[in-house]
């Protein structure tokens, strides 16, 4: 079967197709919206001013003047009626006149036609219409600020004018902004009235020895002169030795081989090379210099602390070696070096915040000092945070800690012995030691805000009591994702 396309309504205004993006209705018709304007006077309309009389858009006022009452004195009187039928309206095009032409030499020169005070635009003392003032290689709209006269008596915008008559080549300052068209050939842009340039040869008229320009020997004239160190230089001369880039009062060096360079090729050659030179050698440079060199100028530091011994209970605790000013840390009345100042467990290097004197007159990390030194056992004073690094702390069973005092019908329901007012975590029905008052599932240390009694007479965490009593299923109550099988 062939595909149809869908019918699409045509505009009335223009009779073409009218999609939806861009409707506009009004007597049950379709628009366009750019369509949508009285038919007379061209007014954009909406929905709340818009009329429609066979096909055709009108506003309220001039639906009015075309079907509306006629006459005077009709209905609520004269001053209601008019007799205006909307006739001055129904424009027909007309040929616009064209000017006379001027005689030759004084219309404008663009155009020939005459050219009044009110649009005229000077140049060359020829008046131009404001229209007609523009560049006449590229059209470009001029003003009295950006026009050029050619030679060839037109007006040009600035760039057009360097193309067509500036001059050519690297380096020749003041064309524009864009640089000079030296990768244009001379033969495309150049006309016979351009500037003829040739090289300069600034060695033609040799000066006295001592007396020219250093770099060349020419005498070095006063619209030429550029001065260095009270010595005269072409302006053409005066570029770095190294890299010929051209130079200024500004960026030029002297350098001690009588010769100006720029800053970047004076400080590879004369400046200071090397690593920790006064700022860092992030600001140094080290072209021009090889690794012997560098080795060689790098301050010798000898990692060897043991290397001048002390005399007994003066050195350093840890290498026996003298401690001078410069690297000395002190803990506890005793002087250690930079180097050797670490945790004597992990070896983690220490300050005056973190080292701690152990017993053992040695020095520690915080955590190294509470593992060796610290308060043993599991739920010490009540702290879920401390733990026994070594198992001969570590109870065997929970339940078997050794109390002095009988055991009670009516104690800790773990141990069996009495709870006292100091020690006491109270459940549901039961009151338990601090130390028995944890998980009876995963042993986690439980508070009054995470406890959960379980029908069996056991204190219980939230998820293990969840794992034993909660619901079970797929999408139980609020969801699967929040229950679980186990």
């Known amino acids: ?47 709340t001013n818009c009329t429609e009389h066979e096909k055709e858009l009108f506003c309220k006022n001039c639906h009015g003047r075309k079907y509306g009452p006629k006459g005077y004195g009709f209905g609520g009187g004269a001053g209601c009626l008019s007799m205006d039928t909307g006739a001055h309206l129904n424009r027909e095009f007309v040929q616009p006149k064209i000017p006379p032409k001027a005689p030759d030499g004084k219309g404008c020169p663009r155009c020939g036609i005459y050219v009044y005070a009110a649009e005229q635009m000077l140049a060359r003392g020829k008046g131009y219409h404001r229209r007609c003032f523009k560049c006449i290689q590229c059209n470009k709209t001029l003003d009295s600020t950006l026009h050029c006269d050619g030679p060839d008596k037109d007006i040009y915008c600035r760039g057009c004018y360097a193309q067509k008559f500036g001059a050519r080549g690297y380096g020749h300052i003041g064309i524009s902004s864009l640089g000079l068209m030296s990768d244009i050939k001379d033969s495309e842009w150049q006309s016979e009235m351009a500037p003829k340039t040739a090289a300069i040869n600034v060695e033609q008229i040799q000066a006295p020895l001592g007396e020219g320009c250093p770099r060349c020997g020419g005498v070095v004239f006063a619209a030429e002169q550029v001065l260095s160190k009270g010595r005269p230089w072409h302006r053409k001369c005066f570029k770095c030795r190294d890299c010929t ?77 003298a401690v001078f000013a410069a690297e000395l840390q002190l803990s506890k009345g005793k002087m250690w070096h930079r180097k050797c100042f670490n945790c004597a467990r992990c070896h983690r290097p220490l300050d005056s915040v973190l080292a701690c004197d152990g017993p053992d007159d040695n020095i520690y990390c915080k955590l190294c000092y509470a593992k060796a030194y610290g308060p043993k056992g599991v739920g010490y ?4 945070t401390l733990v026994s690094t070594s198992y001969e702390y570590t109870p065997n069973c929970w339940g078997a800690i050794d109390r002095n005092g009988p055991k009670s019908e009516n104690g800790c329901p773990r141990c069996g012995f009495m709870v006292y007012a100091a020690e006491q975590m109270k459940s549901k029905s039961h009151v338990w ?54």
């Open 433 to 486: 030691h601090k130390l028995c008052f944890y998980c009876s599932e995963c042993r986690k240390y439980l508070d009054s805000t995470n406890l959960n009694d379980g029908p069996d007479g056991n204190i219980y965490c939230r998820s293990c009591y969840g794992k034993f009593y909660g619901p079970k299923g797929v999408g139980y109550g609020i969801g699967a994702g929040t229950l679980t099988m186990a």
């Open 1 to 47: 079967m062939p595909f149809v396309p869908v019918e699409t309504p045509k505009c009335p205004a223009c009779g073409k197709s009218v999609y939806a993006a861009e409707e506009r209705v009004a007597g049950g018709y379709k628009f366009h919206k750019t369509c949508f304007k009285c038919s007379m006077c061209n007014k954009a309309l909406d929905s």
């Open 381 to 384: 004073g009540h702290t879920p």
């Open 245 to 321: 880039k051209t130079l200024d009062s500004i960026i030029a060096c002297d350098g001690p081989d009588n010769e100006v360079h720029c800053k970047t090729c004076y400080g590879k050659k004369w400046g200071p090379h090397g690593y920790g030179f006064a700022c860092g050698s992030s600001f140094l440079q080290t072209d021009g210099v090889s690794l012997e060199d560098i080795a060689s100028q790098r301050p010798f530091v000898c990692p060897d602390t043991t290397s001048i011994k002390a005399p007994d209970g003066e050195g350093c605790p840890r290498c026996g070696g």
